[in-house]
């Protein structure tokens, strides 16, 4: 199969789980729904989280298994792939992939004269 060309990779700016009516079709890696791992609820919104270290280092066993801070406890837990893997994490970020850029929009609707305006944010997170 051809490369499939994601909008991220085109310098577009996206909407967090902008595919949501798209079964199936992953279009980016933002276009479809959160990690589960996030445990951050669709009835919020999308939300994008930088994932800080204290989610897996803070005494609190977010999956349940009776045991807190799997990643971050010095041992092997899960026997496989060394000590405190990605798949040790009881959390994880709801995109697994660094933000290059954001843009805000807002937008004001005046009903007295029916005039709209935007005012536009954009911030390049690239170094230079």
């Known amino acids: 199969p051809a490369a499939q060309t994601l909008p991220s990779a085109s310098g577009a700016f996206v909407d967090?789980?902008?595919g949501w009516n798209r079964?199936?079709?992953v279009t980016s890696r933002f276009s479809s729904v959160p990690a589960t791992r996030s445990q951050l609820a669709?009835?919020?919104g999308p939300t994008y989280c930088?994932?800080?270290?204290d989610y897996e280092h803070d005494g609190i066993d977010q999956d349940g298994d009776g045991t807190a801070?799997?990643?971050?406890?010095?041992?092997d837990t899960d026997?496989?792939?060394?000590?405190d893997d990605v798949a040790e994490r009881e959390t994880s970020p709801p995109y697994a992939v660094p933000l290059r850029g954001i843009e805000f929009r807002?937008?004001?609707?005046?009903?007295?004269?029916?005039?709209?305006?935007q005012t536009r944010v954009v911030s390049n997170f690239i170094p230079e």
Do not use: H, K, M, P
């Open 42 to 44: 669709l009835n919020i």
């Open 16 to 18: 967090l789980f902008y």
């Open 23 to 25: 079964t199936g079709i």
């Open 69 to 75: 801070d799997e990643g971050t406890d010095g041992f």
């Open 79 to 83: 026997n496989a792939n060394g000590v």
């Open 106 to 117: 807002i937008r004001n609707y005046d009903s007295d004269t029916r005039q709209v305006r």
């Open 50 to 53: 930088t994932w800080a270290y």
